[in-house]
């Protein structure tokens, strides 16, 4: 799906952030294609596993106060 959407959006990687609130589907299909996540945590869920994430947020408003955000634009 990750593949598909960047072929289509004539993207690379390098040039999207996913941002989703499933940690096992969303992030890690974004992480496992090298794509840089923001893991919305609304409930404050607990991190399992060894994986490290790239951002995580609690409101998605906070999206805009990331420093990723900043330098696209």
Do not use: C, P
């Not at 893991?39 to 947020?57: A, F």
Request: net charge positive.
């Amino acid at each position: 799906m990750f593949q598909k959407a960047l072929t289509l959006s004539n993207l690379s990687k390098d040039e999207v952030l996913h941002v989703g609130d499933s940690l096992s589907s969303d992030v890690s299909g974004a992480m496992n294609m090298g794509i840089k996540s923001v893991w919305i945590n609304r409930n404050n869920k607990e991190i399992k596993g060894t994986k490290k994430l790239n951002y995580m947020i609690h409101k998605l408003d906070e999206l805009l106060k990331l420093d990723v955000i900043a330098n696209m634009t």
